[in-house]
Structures are given as C-alpha cells and as structure tokens.
C-alpha cells in the first residue's frame, strides 16, 4: 500500500466507513486525497478522538496545520496524550463538549469507541453484543465556543465529530465555532442507538440550516448483522 493511500484508509476506517462516491478503481492512488488536500486546512477540530488515532492521522495529513484534540475518558485520553507526545501544534482537552458548562455521567462502554453521555439503546446492544458493559464515569462538560473563545483559528477548519448520539449538543455548543469551519465530517446514525439521539436527518437539517452542504458518505462498517442494513455512517458536510 502507497503512503498516501494508507494515510486515507487508516483515517476512513478509523471513523468507519470506506470512500463509496466513486469506484476506487477509477481513482488513481496519487489523486484519491487530493479534493481534501486542495483545501488547504489550517486548523483541525478532533471532538471525541479517542486513543489519538485519528489525530496522529490528521497530523501526517496537515503537518503545519493547528489540532485541537478533545476526549472525555481519562484512560483513552493517557493513551492519546503518550501518541502525541512532542508536537507542539497539537493541543488536547479531557473534557466533553456539550451545549452547557457543568458535569456529567459518561457511559464507559466495554468498547470504549461506543462510550456516550447518552444512554445506549437495547438495539446498540443487540446488534453489536461486544459493546453492551459499562460503568458510569463523571466528566466535565463544557462548550465548544467557551473552550475556543481566545483561539485566532487560521481558515480552512475541519472538525471531525464522534461522539455517539451526543452531536446535536456539540454543535448547539459551538455556533460560533461552527461559522469558521469549511468541512465537517460527522459520525450519524440512521436507527436509534443511543437514547434520544439525533438521527441522520436531523444532523442534515442542522448544517444545511448553517449553511453546509452535503457531499456525500463512506460504506460504513457498521452494518446491521441481522440484515445487512446501513445503521451508522459518517457524512461529509463542506461549506461552499
């Protein structure tokens, strides 16, 4: 595998999902990132990012450009601060981001991917078993807007969202944010699997409202094992 081509896997498939807009044989390795890369980002937004994965990634991706890292979970955020240790253009927050300032119970999935401040539905757990243990852990919300409210963000931004159900609040919590991003790459789900989530949907009429444009999606890994049904995948959003 090219450089470049496993770059752009290891970041699809660490959100989930594979490039399905256009036949991956019809694309030339060398050009398959080029209309992420043409944009030129400056400033990366990673909300819910884990182990750092995704951050390292987007690292190797835009060399010169800011990242802010926000984790919620101590242990995964230990593992992600270890990852990035030494780049100074790198900035981390174990914090959860929310609509509003305060505290939370987070619940710590078994597989810390499926953690959520939302209560995980009885479909999540029957679908995906592996994911069903938890235990509650409090956290320290706050929003996106307060947290970022000093920061001179350089244009283009591209904010990578993650956090399992809890996107709505993210983004009522970061309007102000949200006017300086160019590209939004959002983890969406299309059947209830956390309690009260925002569905697909909803997400669409959220940025398209802010002036966002979908285009397009990955295949998501996240198939139901029942029927083959798409239950989750990540979308695109660019501002024109």
Same mark, same amino acid.
């Given at each position: !595998?090219?450089?470049i081509?496993? +770059?752009?896997?290891?970041?699809?498939n $660490?959100?989930?999902f594979?490039v399905?807009?256009?036949d991956? =044989?019809?694309?030339?390795?060398v050009?398959?990132?080029?209309?992420?890369k043409d944009?030129?980002?400056?400033t990366?937004?990673?909300?819910? @990012?884990n182990?750092g994965?995704s951050? =390292?990634? #987007? =690292?190797?991706? $835009? /060399?010169? @450009?800011?990242?802010? @890292?926000?984790?919620p979970?101590p242990?995964?955020?230990?593992i992600?601060q @270890?990852?990035? &240790?030494?780049?100074?253009?790198?900035?981390?927050?174990?914090?959860?981001?929310s609509?509003? &300032?305060?505290?939370m119970?987070?619940?710590?999935s078994?597989?810390s991917?499926s953690?959520s401040l939302?209560? !995980?539905? %009885? *479909?999540h757990?029957k679908?995906?078993?592996?994911?069903?243990g938890?235990? *509650?852990?409090? +956290?320290v919300t706050?929003?996106?807007?307060?947290?970022?409210?000093?920061?001179?963000l350089?244009?283009?931004?591209?904010?990578?969202? %993650?956090?399992?159900g809890?996107? %709505?609040k993210?983004l009522?919590g970061?309007?102000?944010i949200?006017?300086?991003?160019k590209?939004?790459?959002?983890?969406?789900s #299309?059947?209830e699997l956390?309690i009260?989530?925002? *569905?697909?949907g909803?997400?669409?009429?959220? *940025?398209?409202?802010q002036?966002?444009?979908?285009?397009?999606?990955?295949? /998501?890994?996240?198939k139901?094992?029942?029927d083959?049904?798409?239950?989750?995948q990540d979308?695109?959003?660019? =501002? /024109?």
């Open positions: !595998m090219r450089p081509k496993k +770059v752009l896997q290891n970041i699809f $660490f959100f989930g594979r399905s807009l256009i991956r =044989r019809q694309v030339p390795d050009n398959r990132l080029k209309w992420l944009l030129n980002i400056q990366v937004i990673d909300i819910g @990012a182990k994965n951050v =390292r990634e #987007f =690292r190797d991706l $835009f /060399p010169s @450009a800011m990242l802010y @890292a926000f984790e979970l242990d995964c955020f230990s992600m @270890a990852k990035v &240790k030494g780049y100074n253009n790198i900035h981390l927050f174990n914090i959860a981001l609509d509003q &300032k305060g505290s119970d987070i619940h710590r078994s597989y991917g953690s939302l209560k !995980m539905a %009885d *479909l757990k679908l995906f078993p592996v994911t069903a938890e235990r *509650l852990i409090s +956290v706050d929003t996106l807007d307060t947290i970022l409210r000093l920061e001179t350089t244009t283009p931004v591209l904010m990578k969202i %993650d956090v399992q809890f996107e %709505d993210v009522a970061g309007t102000a949200l006017q300086q991003v590209i939004i790459i959002i983890d969406t #299309f059947k956390y009260s989530q925002p *569905l697909f909803d997400i669409y009429a959220l *940025l398209t409202k002036g966002f444009v979908y285009r397009g999606a990955w295949d /998501p890994d996240f139901s094992p029942e083959g049904a798409s239950v989750q979308a695109v959003f660019i =501002r /024109p």
